[in-house]
């Protein structure tokens, strides 16, 4: 089992839709998690940050975080074309000097004009 | 402009042709990062830096090689690269104080190993 799942798509949504993604985990040791877009050619930018469970808004985009589930989640509200890419989520221990990253394969996302 | 560089963009070698690929990021970040993403499989980290001289292995390091002889670069050696290294690569950085876990990314740089 991957310890970081995240379901591939694509997930295609017409403009102004509410989208959301997710991604489930196994290592109850994560207590950062990071959602990056990645457009095609490019690479990954960060999106959005929280550290252990609550949720975080950052305008038309919302984290979530529910540790007790395992189970993280990015809406993003009133979605644009040019938010078509892919949506990768991503964890982190960050403890005893670890700086490793676990990373979500990515969910393909396009919105339609 | 703050960024991350990367060179070559572009890479096609031959099986045992031994190869590096540079990273430089111009923000004065401590932690450097390898990463390689293939279809499936997503981003995956290689090796990773939180200084000058100190590094780290990631989760696939396997026929990976790296140093951090100066803050700024953090160059990926191939020794003997094998086609099942064909990927995309990324290079990131990130500052290690605060809260502050934005890691930068760099282009990419596609290697074809035949």
């Known amino acids: 089992q991957k310890e970081v799942e995240q379901d591939p798509g694509p997930l295609s949504v017409p403009e102004g839709a509410i989208v959301s993604l997710n991604c489930t985990y196994s290592?109850?040791?994560?207590?950062?998690f990071m959602w990056y877009r990645q457009y095609s050619r490019k690479g990954p930018e960060l999106l959005m940050y929280?550290?252990?469970?609550g949720n975080k808004e950052d305008g038309r985009f919302t984290a979530q975080v529910d540790k007790s589930s395992k189970y993280i989640s990015l809406f993003i509200r009133d979605s644009q074309p040019s938010d078509s890419a892919t949506y990768l989520c991503?964890?982190?221990?960050?403890?005893?000097?670890?700086?490793?990253?676990?990373f979500g394969t990515g969910t393909r996302l396009k919105v339609l004009a | 402009e703050a960024q991350v560089t990367q060179n070559p963009r572009y890479l096609i070698t031959v099986t045992g042709k031994k190869l590096t690929v540079t990273c430089s990021q111009n923000m004065n970040h401590e932690y450097m990062s390898w990463y390689r993403q293939d279809p499936g499989l997503g981003l995956r980290q290689i090796y990773y830096s939180m200084n000058v001289e100190v590094t780290d292995k990631g989760d696939v390091p396997e026929g990976y090689k790296v140093s951090r002889k100066e803050k700024r670069n953090f160059p990926l050696i191939l020794e003997s690269p094998s086609p099942n290294q064909t990927s995309l690569y990324f290079c990131a950085s990130s500052s290690r104080t605060g809260y502050n876990y934005e890691q930068y990314f760099g282009p990419g740089t596609r290697l074809t190993v035949t």
């Open positions: 929280t550290y252990s469970s």
């Open positions: 991503a964890m982190s221990e960050r403890s005893s000097g670890t700086y490793k990253y676990i």
């Open positions: 290592n109850s040791a994560f207590q950062y």
